[in-house]
């Protein structure tokens, strides 16, 4: 019994996702999820928007196989703040398996740094979504870069793609490589050679050190289940383009979902319409999170 009340309207994950049709290539990696407590364990932060249902590392590692992955990228989720103990439990937990994303203060310490990389943790997440969190000030998201950059960490954002032209200047001003969540939340409604998603594209084009998940078509998509077309040409875009600095993920338990929630497996049965050929889906899968997340 977990000490938390879930949120009234919380959708919980699925309870039995389909198996996908999509075999994904040896070595596939999930390159974005979360695990939520359970909390009685690993309590959710006081300042946390939102109290989620339980989603513990077995249901991950269960999910991981039946999808046919080998591997995860666990991102700290907002509903722990920066009490990363649940995703070191986790790391922990994986035998080498996951790698993990962290959330951290701006006095965080060489010695805390130190174990988090030696549980699996190779970047931290800035958050700029407002529903979710009060984004930290630029400058102390400064001196958390300059901390991490040592290390060879990157930095995840997670921003709406209305915010982009007001954050551009600081984000193309971090020193480290630098992963965008979700393609930059881009309204699918609008098109994919308009200025918005153009701006992103840019983003991608001239600054080599940024990289795209191409994730979440059910955040994104207006069309909905299962086959979130109108999202498939901006994910395509990305991919076509850039194809060494993309990752996909199926941001299980897919927190804060309304509208609907997935099923992983459907999700996965996108992948060869975003990304058509064998290498495209190897890259995409396989080599480019084994770069950024299990090379050091
Ligand atoms: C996601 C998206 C969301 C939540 C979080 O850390 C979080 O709470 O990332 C969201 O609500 O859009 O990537 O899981």
Known sequence: MSAFTVDADWLPFHPAPAKPEFTPPAGAVDAHCHVFGPGDTFPFAPERRYTPCDAPKQRLWA????????????????????????????????NGRARGVATVRR?????????????????????????????????????????????????????????????????????????????????????????????????????PNFWSKVSCPERLSLEGPPAYSDVVPFARRIIENFPDRVMWGTDWPHPNMKSHMPDDGALVDLIPRIAPTAELQQKLLVDNPMRLYWSH
């Open 63 to 94: 999910l991981r196989d039946h999808l046919g992955f080998e591997r995860n990228v666990i991102v700290q989720a907002t509903c722990h703040g920066a009490d990363n103990r649940a995703l070191i439990d986790a790391l922990e937990d994986a």
């Open 107 to 207: 006095d965080v310490g060489r010695a805390e740094l130190g174990q988090l990389h030696a549980a699996g943790v190779r970047g931290v997440r800035f958050n700029f979504v407002k529903r979710l969190v009060d984004t930290l000030p630029f400058d102390s998201l400064r001196a958390i870069a300059s901390k991490i950059e040592p290390l060879g960490w990157h930095i995840v954002i997670y921003f709406e793609a209305a915010e982009l032209p007001d954050l551009y200047e600081f984000f193309t001003s971090l020193p480290t490589t630098v992963v965008v969540d979700h393609m930059g939340r881009p309204d699918v409604s609008k098109a994919v050679d308009g200025p918005e998603f153009s701006l992103f594209k840019q983003l991608l084009n001239d600054h």
